[in-house]
């Protein structure tokens, strides 16, 4: 079964190369958090270095949450350092989910990264079922992308990598939440400190939780 997983995943990305187009996977982490940014990369993947890896390493090449932090980590330096003609990363702050709204917000996050590429592109491939809204340039919607296109899953692994490692600095300077380990997600551990200690300014005041908390 993982071979033909593996043989599926890559297609889309494999007929564009084909046809000589150049293509951005853009893929977002951190929805669904109470607390911290939305991350949202864009990556342009080198089309012969990716067929030139290893099997086993294209295999990773994948939705983030299913890698280790080992892998991930491992990955996202691959991913910059060899298999990327581009790349880029781009944060939407708490204040700005705030300001508009989780998908506004989001897609905010997913131009800025589209925009910081420095290089043209033909095609833009978007992880989920919706477009990126005003963004005038091609693109095509991919429900799961991030286990079909392998140049999503990069994007994937590229937001979650630099997502993860700044909810882990934030935790030093916000001390008694566990940013560190759920990483703004809403864990029991991140709600009972939220009962404890109350929101910080990393957390999301129109999600739900921090807004009855806020105004019971």
Not at 17 to 24: D, G, L, M, P
Not at 105 to 119: E, G, H, P, S, V
Not at 148 to 160: G, N, T, V
Request: proline residues 3%.
């Amino acid at each position: 079964m993982e071979d033909l997983q593996i043989q599926e995943r890559g297609t889309i990305d494999r007929e564009l190369w084909a046809q000589h187009r150049v293509c951005a996977g853009v893929d977002e982490v951190g929805r669904g958090c109470l607390a911290g940014p939305v991350v949202a990369a864009a990556v342009v993947l080198h089309g012969k270095k990716v067929e030139q890896i290893s099997a086993l390493t294209r295999a990773k090449l994948r939705d983030s949450k299913t890698l280790s932090l080992k892998q991930r980590e491992e990955m996202a330096e691959l991913i910059e350092t060899e298999l990327a003609l581009a790349h880029a990363v781009s944060f939407a702050t708490a204040r700005e989910v705030e300001q508009y709204g989780i998908v506004g917000a989001t897609q905010r996050a997913m131009q800025t990264a589209l925009l910081q590429l420095d290089i043209p592109v033909d095609l833009t491939l978007v992880d989920g079922n919706q477009t990126i809204q005003g963004w005038a340039a091609p693109q095509k919607t991919l429900v799961k992308g991030d286990n079909l296109s392998w140049s999503i899953a990069a994007a994937s692994i590229l937001a979650k990598v630099c997502r993860d490692r700044w909810m882990v600095q934030a935790d030093s300077h916000y001390p008694g939440y566990g940013f560190a380990k759920h990483v703004g997600y809403g864990t029991a551990a991140h709600r009972q400190a939220l009962q404890e200690l109350g929101p910080c300014v990393l957390h999301r005041r129109n999600f739900a939780p921090i807004r009855q908390m806020l105004h019971p």
